[in-house]
């Protein structure tokens, strides 16, 4: 797994520009990149000490659900953009949710059944957590 840097600021697309998918992106990959899209989306709609407070068990939980073939795709660098898969997703979904534009993923039906593991996964998340405290 890779270290995450601390302290740089999230990266700016120029006005009107959407950050971008992997490159490299093909059929097999494209549901995971669509999990990891909920799974940001998810996260983003909690109140932010919540999300903050749960997010490393919910990507570890995800990350146990991917085959190792699937893990290493996302952990590894995009060819093109030079930056691990996994970055340039999260990138841009939290840039669609700053924008408002990422709850027509969390909508569209064929989307449910993503939807609901995931939130089974922040469900999950929040029992350990209270369980702690």
């Known amino acids: 797994m890779r270290e995450i840097k601390r302290g740089i600021p999230f ?4 006005y009107g520009h959407e950050l971008p998918l992997p490159s490299d992106m093909v059929d097999s990959y494209q549901n995971v990149v669509l999990y990891l899209e909920v799974l940001w989306l998810s ?3 909690l109140p932010k000490d919540d999300w903050i407070a749960i997010q490393g068990d919910v990507v570890g939980s995800f ?6 073939k699937q893990r290493e795709w996302l ?5 093109f953009w030079k930056k691990p898969r996994a970055v340039l997703v999260k990138e841009r979904t939290i840039q669609l949710h700053q924008r408002g534009e990422g709850q027509e993923i969390l909508g569209q039906g064929e989307n449910r059944e993503i939807v609901d593991t995931i939130q089974t996964l922040i469900k999950s998340a929040w029992e350990k957590l209270k369980t702690k405290t």
Do not use: M, S
């Not at 990350?63 to 190792?68: Q, W």
């Not at 952990?75 to 060819?79: H, I, L, N, T, V």
């Open 63 to 68: 990350f146990e659900l991917l085959t190792e």
């Open 75 to 79: 952990e590894g660098d995009d060819p």
């Open 43 to 45: 996260l983003r709609g």
């Open 11 to 14: 990266p700016k697309a120029p």
